[in-house]
C-alpha cells in the first residue's frame, strides 16, 4: 500500500504551497483527483491523509477526492470511449490502439481551501523615475 | 478569511522531477537504468542472476541493485555473478522512490557502469506510480500466476515497456494459455513485447540483457499507450477546471461532510 507515500506527497506539497502563499494558518480542505488508472484506492488514501496531516497545518483538514474516469478516442473513427476497469485501450469500433488516453491517469492536487490572516503589505518595486 | 485556491499539482511531481534529474544525469555518464517489476515469486532474481552472468561473460559493465522489506538473500544470490551488487533494504515500504535510489547509487554505482538493473520490491500495485529514472520498465509474470494477472495489475503491465513471462520449463505442467496472456497484456498495453523466458532451461536467454542494450544505445522503447495522456485534453477536462463554483461538488465523489459552505 503506497497510500501513505502519496498522502505524504499531498501534504507536503500542500505545505509548501502555504508557506509561499504566506500567512495561512489552517488548511481546510483538499481537492484531489484520482483517475481510474491512476493505481490509487481513494478510500486507503483517505484513511492515510488523516494521518499525515497530523501535526501539520492540515491538521483536520478534509480530503475530497473526486474521481475521473478512464477516457481514450480513436483519431479515424472520431470515438471517445470510456475505458473501464480492467481498461480496454483499443477502439470499439475499428480495434486499433488508442493514440492516448483522454483521461484516466490523474492524480493531482485541484486545489485547496485555507485560511489566512490580513494580505501581506508588499514591498513596493520602485519605478523607474524613482531611480 | 477563507480562501479557495487552485493549485493543479501532480501528486508525484517531486518524485517525477527527481526521476527526471537522475534518468538525465545517469545517462550523461554513460548509464541506462532498467527497473524489474513483478510479484514476490515470479523470478525476477533468477532471471537476473542469468543476465548479470552474461554480462560478465561478455565483458559488459553492469551494476544490480536489488529493494526487499528484509534480507539480504537476494543480494548474495546476485553477487555470485561478480559484478557489482547492492541490497536495499526498505524496513516495511513496499516499492522504491526516485530520491532513495539516488541516495544508494551516490559512492557505490561505478563510474563505467553501462546498465543498472534495479530489481524493485516484489509487488504489483505501489512500484508501478514510481518512476525511478529508468529507460526501461520491464514487468514480469511466471506461468504460474494465472492468464489474466495483466488485467487484474492493469497499472503496472500497461506502463511497462516490456513484458517477460518467466519460467516457462513449467509452463505445460500448470497449463499455461500463451495465447490468453498475450491478449491479456494486448489489452491492457497494445504493442508491447512479450518474452518467453526459463531461467532453469535457458530459454529467452540474454534477450532482456540485449533489449537492455538496445535502449541504452538509444533505440527507440515501446511507448504505452497509458503514459500517454493527451495533456491538451487533460486541461480541459471539466473535473480540472470546477469552474467558478467550487462547491459544487455534486457530480463527484465526494468524501464524507463534503466541503461547507461558509468558505468564501
Not at chain 2, 530520491?99 to 504489483?124: I, S
Not at chain 2, 541504452?216 to 499507450?225: K, Q, S, Y
Request: charge should be negative; hydrophobic fraction near 45%.
Amino acid at each position: 500500500m503506497h497510500e501513505m507515500s502519496i498522502a505524504v506527497a499531498v501534504v507536503g506539497q500542500v505545505e509548501e504551497a502555504a508557506e509561499r502563499a504566506g500567512g495561512v494558518t489552517a488548511v481546510r480542505s483538499v481537492r484531489l483527483q484520482v483517475g481510474e488508472l491512476a493505481g490509487v484506492v481513494p478510500d486507503a488514501l483517505s484513511f492515510c491523509f488523516e494521518l499525515a496531516c497530523a501535526g501539520t497545518l492540515l491538521e483536520g483538514a478534509e480530503l475530497v477526492t473526486e474521481a475521473v474516469p478512464g477516457r481514450a478516442r480513436c483519431a479515424p473513427c472520431a470515438d471517445e470511449w470510456a475505458v473501464g476497469m480492467p481498461p480496454r485501450l483499443c477502439c470499439p469500433r475499428c480495434g486499433t490502439a488508442t493514440d492516448a488516453l483522454v483521461s484516466g491517469r490523474e492524480l493531482q492536487i485541484a486545489g485547496v481551501h485555507w485560511e489566512d490572516g490580513p494580505p501581506h503589505e508588499h514591498t513596493r518595486e520602485p519605478i523607474l523615475e524613482e531611480r | 478569511m477563507c480562501r479557495a485556491v487552485d493549485l493543479h499539482q501532480a501528486v508525484l511531481a517531486k518524485n517525477d522531477a527527481t526521476a527526471h534529474t537522475l534518468r538525465a544525469g545517469l545517462t550523461a555518464r554513460g548509464t541506462t537504468v532498467i527497473n524489474l517489476l513483478s510479484s514476490p515469486g515470479s523470478g525476477k532474481t533468477a532471471l537476473l542472476e542469468r543476465e548479470l552472468l552474461l554480462a560478465r561473460e561478455r565483458a559488459l559493465p553492469v551494476a544490480a541493485l536489488t529493494a526487499d522489506l528484509a534480507t539480504e538473500n537476494d543480494a548474495v544470490r546476485l553477487a555470485r555473478s561478480g559484478v557489482p551488487v547492492k541490497q536495499v533494504l526498505t524496513d516495511g515500504l513496499c516499492h522504491l522512490e526516485a530520491a532513495m535510489l539516488h541516495r544508494h547509487l551516490e559512492g557505490w554505482l561505478p563510474d563505467d557502469t553501462r546498465l543498472l538493473f534495479v530489481e524493485n520490491v516484489g509487488n504489483l500495485v505501489c512500484p508501478a506510480s514510481y518512476d525511478l529514472g529508468e529507460s526501461l520498465r520491464v514487468v514480469l509474470a511466471s506461468v504460474t500466476e494465472g492468464e489474466d494477472k495483466p488485467l487484474k495489475y492493469p497499472t503496472a503491465f500497461g506502463l511497462a515497456h516490456l513484458v517477460v513471462v518467466t519460467k516457462t520449463d513449467i509452463a505445460d505442467a500448470v497449463e499455461f494459455d500463451e495465447a490468453a496472456f498475450r491478449a491479456n497484456v494486448e489489452q491492457v498495453n497494445p504493442g508491447v513485447e512479450v518474452l518467453l523466458t526459463s531461467a532453469r532451461r535457458g530459454q529467452g536467454a540474454g534477450a532482456l540483457l540485449d533489449r537492455a542494450l538496445a535502449a541504452a544505445d538509444g533505440a527507440p522503447v515501446h511507448a504505452p499507450v497509458m503514459s500517454r495522456q493527451d495533456a491538451a485534453r487533460e486541461h480541459t477536462h471539466p473535473h480540472v477546471h470546477a469552474g467558478p463554483d467550487h462547491h459544487d461538488h455534486a457530480d463527484h465523489h465526494a468524501g464524507p461532510g463534503a466541503m461547507t459552505q461558509t468558505c468564501s
